[in-house]
């Protein structure tokens, strides 16, 4: 079970990654262009594209794995990932079609935006239901750490290729090489996934009779999905922001290379890892909402503190970094889980999905944009600023969520257990 979900976030945050990675060295054969300036924009504004198919994703992948089944949604979503990563690998490039092969990556990069759009929610919605009960937020831990060594696994692709190829002939078509690892990797989290059990909980569900229809269910759980688009905001920019943009952030300062920063930004990235897995064991014992909380409440409270220190110098980027991404990792690890058990069997995967997919494309995916347009207009200050706007509505929206809110996890709907109307009471 734990190598079914796990697998899967790798490959997909792999793939998410290598693309905005290789961006630079497959954009002169792929985009047209007038300038390397133009065909790199060309490339990024695909990459964006991904983004926009994600809340789309979210609905119909959601949809396949609250009617279909868990394992339905876990292989489905992967196998769209290694489709988009095969496509990329393999299309003619702007030399012999002109501007159809720039229409390829775009189709490729929907492709991938609906698996990636499905993949998270369906992830935690599988690990809720499948985990043993006193283990259920260690497994979600280990399942979303996927994430991080996905990225680090990607960064670590190009740099061999560069290593072994140089960055000429990576441009020339060596780029491919990663895709078709991708594609690979790929297949083997299908084989992993397809040979998963399915999840006990909705295979009982199978055989109750819902007393209330899909779309009253999901009016009656607006509110909760509004909970968890609050709690996503701060999250994802959180993540864009320690565990992608910080660097070229430092690198703007004047305090540090950019270089410098993305070599002991390595430490950062080993923090974040270990305060989610972290997280996961306390969760366990102390339960979620503490953890949820306390990362939240601290990365609000921290970020514009640590980030003007680190911007005049009173603290090093191996000091800054690694405390802001211990403050986002100590959250990241247990929110999914903890917001599936915001909704009923029967819409867990798609009521989970949307908020979340929405508050990454608006969120998450604007950030380094935005980032980079505060410092061009001279407001260096204004990046975490943002930032921490962001983490504190999340972190408001954490001490809204109550134990009481929190469903067991095969409850199938109605009022029986718990009511949307006490969001905000006490537990």
Not at 32 to 55: I, K, T
Not at 123 to 152: N, W
Not at 172 to 197: C, E, N, Q, T, Y
Request: proline share 5%; aromatic share 10%.
């Amino acid at each position: 079970m734990l190598a079914a979900s796990t697998s899967g976030i790798f490959v997909e945050s792999f793939d998410w990654s290598l693309y905005a990675l290789m961006a630079p060295f497959l954009a002169d054969q792929m985009f047209p262009g007038s300038s390397p300036v133009a065909r790199l924009l060309g490339a990024y504004v695909v990459f964006a594209a991904g983004f926009v198919a994600r809340p789309f994703g979210s609905f119909l992948m959601g949809r396949v794995t609250d009617v279909r089944g868990r394992r339905a949604g876990l292989t489905y979503s992967v196998s769209l990932m290694a489709l988009g990563a095969l496509l990329i690998a393999v299309a003619p490039s702007s030399a012999v079609i002109g501007g159809g092969a720039a229409v390829l990556i775009v189709i490729a990069r929907l492709v991938q935006g609906i698996a990636m759009g499905g993949e998270v929610a369906t992830a935690a919605t599988y690990v809720v239901e499948s985990a043993p009960e006193d283990k259920r937020y260690r497994y979600g831990a280990f399942t979303y750490a996927g994430d991080a060594l996905g990225a680090l696994g990607a960064t670590i692709v190009l740099a061999l290729l560069l290593t072994t190829m140089g960055a000429d002939a990576v441009r020339d078509g060596g780029w491919r090489i990663a895709f078709f690892v991708a594609a690979a990797l790929g297949l083997i989290a299908l084989w992993i996934r397809r040979a998963a059990p399915e999840s006990t909980v909705f295979v009982a569900s199978r055989a109750v009779e819902v007393q209330t229809p899909v779309g009253p269910m999901i009016r009656d759980h607006l509110p909760r999905m509004v909970l968890v688009f609050t709690l996503t905001i701060g999250s994802t920019m959180g993540v864009y922001f320690g565990s992608i943009y910080l660097p070229q952030f430092a690198a703007n300062t004047g305090q540090i290379s950019e270089e410098a920063a993305a070599a002991q930004h390595t430490v950062a990235l080993g923090v974040l890892l270990l305060a989610m897995i972290a997280s996961g064991f306390l969760a366990d014992r102390y339960g979620p909402l503490a953890l949820i909380r306390l990362g939240f409440t601290a990365a609000a409270t921290l970020t514009v503190p640590l980030m003007l220190a680190l911007a005049t110098g009173l603290l090093p980027y191996f000091v800054a970094a690694p405390l802001f991404t211990l403050c986002i990792g100590l959250q990241l690890g247990v929110t999914p889980v903890t917001g599936a058990r915001l909704f009923p069997v029967p819409i867990r995967a798609v009521a989970l999905g949307i908020p979340a997919a929405l508050a990454i494309a608006l969120f998450g995916g604007t950030f380094p944009f935005l980032a980079e347009w505060f410092i061009d207009l001279g407001h260096l200050q204004w990046v975490p600023a943002y930032a921490g706007i962001g983490l504190a509505i999340s972190a408001l929206g954490s001490w809204l969520v109550t134990d009481k809110l929190l469903y067991s996890v095969d409850h199938m709907g109605g009022h029986d257990q718990t009511d949307s109307s006490v969001i905000g009471s006490t537990a």
